[in-house]
C-alpha cells in the first residue's frame, strides 16, 4: 500500500503494537492492591459526602425559594454532590471499590427540629470531614488523590465559616 507523503501512515504500517500506555496514571493498573485503609476512609467519606448532598437538598428544598439561606444552603450542597463524585472517582482511579451507600447523616440530621439546629448538625458533620481527611492524608501517595483530598478540606473549611456565619446572622429555630 503506498500513500502520499504529506499523508500519515496507516495504523498497521507504523509498527506500534498498542496504543501509548497511560497506566502510570491509574495506581492499580498493574495488579497492585491500594492501601485497604484509604480506600475504607474515602468510602466513609464518600457515604457521608452523598448524606450532606442528600440533607442539603431537603433542607434548601423545604424554604421559600426567596429565602437569604437557601443559597447558602445550595451552595453546600453542590459541594457535597461535587466531593462525591470526585471521591468516587477517585477511588475507582486508584483500584478500590466505591461504595454505594449513604451515610446515616440524613436521618440524624433530619429528627433533629428547627433549621438552625439542623444546620449546627451540618457543620459538626463538615468538620468531622475535614478530620478525617488529615487522618487519611499520611496514607496518600497518590499526588492526584491529595490534591483532590486538599481542594475538599478547603471548600469543608470554608463551608464551616459560611454556615456559622449564617447562624450567626440569625435563622429560624
Partial sequence: ??????????????????????????????GEAPDPRLVEGLNQLLEAERAGARVLAVLRDGLDSRAPVRALLERLQKD???N??????????????????????????????????????VNKGQEWVVRKIDELLPLVDDAAARSMLDDMRRSHVDNILACTAGL?????E
Fill in 1 to 30: 500500500m503506498s500513500h502520499k507523503p504529506e499523508d500519515p501512515p496507516a495504523p498497521e504500517e507504523r509498527g506500534f503494537a498498542s496504543p501509548p500506555c497511560y497506566a502510570a496514571e491509574f495506581p492499580g493498573y498493574f
Fill in 80 to 82: 457535597e454532590g461535587a
Fill in 84 to 121: 462525591a463524585v470526585a471521591l468516587y472517582k477517585t477511588i475507582k482511579r486508584l483500584g478500590g471499590i466505591a461504595s454505594h451507600e449513604t451515610g446515616a447523616f440524613v436521618g440524624k440530621t433530619l429528627a433533629i427540629d428547627g433549621l438552625a439546629a439542623r444546620l449546627r448538625f
Fill in 168 to 172: 450567626e446572622a440569625g435563622l429560624p
